[in-house]
């Protein structure tokens, strides 16, 4: 494998000799590209390659350099390994050439690499802010860019001990009882640019002037039970179907990753739980391996821990998908017996968190090197309980109950199709892309952990409508629970040998990329470490948020109704969306 | 037959609606307001409804429960308070959003620190729970509390609370956490074991 991966290396050296170079420092892989070759470069590695799936572009703000650098990690949709590469411009002018023509899925990564580095996209067709407020002043993932109640650069902070200052955020805020507006500046009057920009490009829509029909826009939320948080999507109507339509995010943006920044490597575990907050663990499992993979081999996992961390991310995953398809149901207008009946499940998964992590959602429990502390006594049972006999009764009964009913199948079949060339293009990850006929499922293509150790299926279907989405998820609950099965059989006995965690830990300089496979999709953490003690860069994947780039997508040609399950079909959650 | 899939799910409903009534009558009484009931609810045969009264009734709490920490204190032979705090200050240097705040006390005539907070806050609307400081605390000092009933009406004035408010005595700490209390029993008891052994020797 990895010598295929040396050829096929060497191949695309020699392909692009003179246009690419090796990236040089140390802890770093992949290439570095110049801006001008970079359009050229990506279309060769999609279209000789098979480099077809762009899975993460961000910025990275190199501030002692005076460089901003874009970093792409790229996959083959057959499976495999990343291949990294890296465009570096200058900081005072920072000018790359946009990728949105090549592969969609960079739309929205773009746009926010644009919103919080001020990284300019050139040939970006809806270049805008996306997380952060029109008239939002500066970028606010530049190095230099300070938030409100700004202390330091990195924790710990020094007013905490041994002085003990006491005092609330909130008095030492200069805002606090009077906000100042700029000079000739009246809110009331002050229509956003954004919002002008967003309005007039979906009316500029041509209309069939023979008919003399009008199109009409139509703005859902972002106040809408329907919408799973507040999450905005505006559509451009003709009579009910869907014409043009375009998410609006980032009401909950709260600017995570500057915060990540801030904290301690091991600060963010517990503010990865936050993220998307259905599935914690999750979350806590993507950050330590992409904290893992920068420590090296020097962080060694017990396999007891390892099965643990397997075992729970697949109770996630099933107290997600569950969560997803009763939500899904409730977008239906099945006003909430079927949620409930998903919920019912779901809180004997909690109960199992709440017992092993001591949280129900947020639980941070895994760490560095293992996991926060060995299975309780009794959780063993609790959890082959619901492995081998709840769960599997439940599920059969979740699908006796829905997957036949004649409205759920008027509504959902052929509606929100997406092909698998589509899904690809649009970097679609996790049930959004297996049902579609993609059968890419991290744990499968790119195994980490223990998962190659398990005997499982990755669930496909083939039609890439609401209704398929539905069955790849009750699918995966059913091989989670063979997951689960298996390694509840086969979790090694120990006494004492997780170890104790531990609070400080020198991260040598490098990056790193550490995916895995969550409940939505594909979660992956970059990280750059300086060799200090707080990360130099911290960027999050998210699933939920990368998946909406093809929402317009599924959208257009339906019905306005449809809209609403088929965001529902796509299962966000806006603590990850918006972050 | 068009329709057959709706009426098989009305079947599963209307299951679901008789189990209820089924159990209530099996139990009796017993269902509802009492802990069997209760753990019966929580429990992976439990049909039917699920919900719990709160507050009338409540779930009871996993050991490993986190809520918002405390400091633990012993009491020597004559009832006073011996705090195992030391203020080395390393539950405010891993606390993710930073609520701790210690104070050192120092000795008035030397000047040198006396290993007892002085004053000890946390601010817990800010505390995420994560419970951190209890696990990497090494004087058992700093613990998870189980009691999550903490709203006031009062944020500003309440939600710091100092070092009166966060002391409970280590009889409440054994109470909530007997497995894990018992655990650090044993692991000081053979430090100290250690340490009269190596004396001996020199």
């Not at chain 1, 990294?84 to 050439?97: C, E, G, S, T, W």
């Not at chain 2, 200050?89 to 705040?101: L, R």
Request: glycine share 8%; aromatic share 12%.
């Amino acid at each position: 494998m990895t010598e295929q991966i040396m050829t096929m290396n060497k191949d695309i050296e020699a392909r692009f000799t003179g246009m690419i170079s090796l990236d040089e420092r140390s802890g770093y892989e992949g290439y570095r590209v110049e801006a001008e070759n970079l359009v050229e470069f990506a279309t060769a590695l999609r279209d000789e390659f098979g480099y077809d799936f762009l899975s993460s572009a961000t910025g990275v703000d190199y501030l002692p350099d005076e460089k901003m650098e874009v970093v792409y990690h790229i996959y083959k949709s057959t499976g495999g390994r990343a291949l990294v590469f890296k465009v570096q411009v200058p900081r005072a002018n920072p000018v790359v050439p946009s990728l949105v023509s090549i592969f969609p899925g960079a739309d929205f990564q773009e746009r926010e690499a644009w919103d919080l580095f001020g990284i300019r996209f050139e040939g970006h067709p809806n270049h805008k802010r996306i997380l952060m407020w029109d008239g939002f002043a500066g970028h606010p993932m530049r190095k230099d860019w300070k938030e409100a109640y700004y202390e330091a650069d990195a924790k710990p902070f020094d007013t905490r001990w041994p002085g003990g200052d006491v005092s609330r955020s909130e008095d030492k805020m200069v805002f606090n009882k009077n906000v100042a507006y700029p000079q000739d500046f009246t809110p009331e009057n002050w229509t956003p640019e954004g919002e002008t920009a967003l309005y007039s490009g979906m009316q500029n829509i041509a209309t069939d002037e023979d008919l003399q029909t009008e199109h009409v826009v139509v703005n859902l939320g972002p106040q809408h039970p329907s919408t799973h948080g507040v999450f905005r999507m505006v559509a451009t109507l003709d009579g009910e179907t869907i014409v043009k339509l375009e998410p609006v995010m980032g009401y909950l943006h709260r600017n995570h990753e500057k915060i990540g920044e801030r904290n301690t490597y091991l600060m963010n575990i517990p503010f990865t739980d936050r993220l998307d907050y259905l599935s914690s663990m999750s979350n806590n499992f993507g950050y330590v391996l992409a904290v893992e993979k920068l420590l090296g081999d020097t962080t060694h996992i017990p396999d007891r821990a390892k099965y643990i961390r397997v075992i729970m991310a697949e109770f996630t995953r099933i107290s997600n998908h569950l969560m997803a398809i009763g939500a899904l149901l409730n977008d239906l207008g099945a006003y909430f017996t079927p949620m409930l009946y998903a919920l019912k499940e779901r809180e004997l998964i909690l109960d199992i968190f709440e017992a092993v992590s001591g949280s129900r959602m947020m639980c941070n429990y895994y760490r560095f090197g293992g996991v926060a502390r060995d299975l309780p006594p009794g959780t063993h049972e609790m959890m082959r309980g619901l492995a081998f006999e709840r769960l599997p009764r439940q599920i059969d009964e979740l699908d006796r109950y829905l997957t036949e009913n004649e409205i759920i199948r008027a509504r959902c079949e052929g509606v929100g199709v997406l092909t698998p060339e589509e899904a690809i293009a649009y970097s679609a990850v996790g049930p959004v892309l297996r049902a579609s006929g993609v059968p890419y499922d991290v744990r499968r293509a790119d195994p980490y952990s223990v998962y190659d150790r398990f005997d499982f299926d990755v669930a496909v279907r083939y039609h890439g409508d609401v209704y398929d989405r539905y069955l790849v998820r009750l699918d995966e609950i059913r091989q989670s629970i063979r997951i689960l099965q298996q390694a509840l059989n086969s979790i090694p006995e120990c006494d004492n040998c997780l170890g104790k965690p531990r609070y400080s830990m020198r991260v040598p300089a490098g990056e790193a990329y550490g995916r895995v496979e969550g409940p939505k999709g594909e979660l992956g953490f970059y990280v750059v470490a300086d060799g200090g003690p707080n990360p130099w860069r911290y960027h999050v994947r998210a699933p939920s948020f990368i998946n909406l780039t093809a929402l317009s997508k599924m959208c257009e040609g339906d019905k306005i109704a449809d809209a609403i399950i088929v965001l529902g079909s796509i299962d966000i959650v806006l603590g990850e969306t918006d972050r | 037959m068009y329709g057959k899939g709706i009426l098989k799910g009305l079947g599963v409903t209307w299951k679901h609606f008789w189990d209820t009534y089924i159990d209530d009558i099996k139990w009796g009484k017993k269902r509802y307001h009492t802990e069997e009931g209760i753990a019966y609810r929580m429990s992976k045969d439990a049909r039917g409804l699920f919900t719990v009264q709160y507050p009338e009734e409540k779930l009871p709490t996993p050991e490993e429960f986190r809520f918002v920490p405390f400091l633990v204190y012993d009491e020597d032979e004559e009832g006073e308070q011996v705090i195992r705090c030391t203020s080395c200050g390393i539950c405010a240097k891993v606390c993710p959003p930073h609520c701790i705040w210690i104070e050192r006390s120092t000795n008035p005539k030397t000047g040198r620190p006396v290993p007892v907070p002085a004053e000890f806050y946390i601010d817990v609307d800010i505390c995420m729970n994560c419970g951190f400081c209890a696990e990497f605390c090494p004087f058992d000092a700093i613990k998870m509390d189980h009691d999550y009933e903490l709203a006031v009406y009062e944020r500003l004035t309440n939600n710091i609370y100092d070092r009166e408010k966060l002391l409970k005595p280590a009889a409440y700490y054994d109470g909530i956490r007997p497995l894990n209390s018992q655990k650090e029993f044993d692991a000081r008891a053979e430090k100290e074991a250690k340490k009269a052994a190596s004396k001996k020797k020199t």
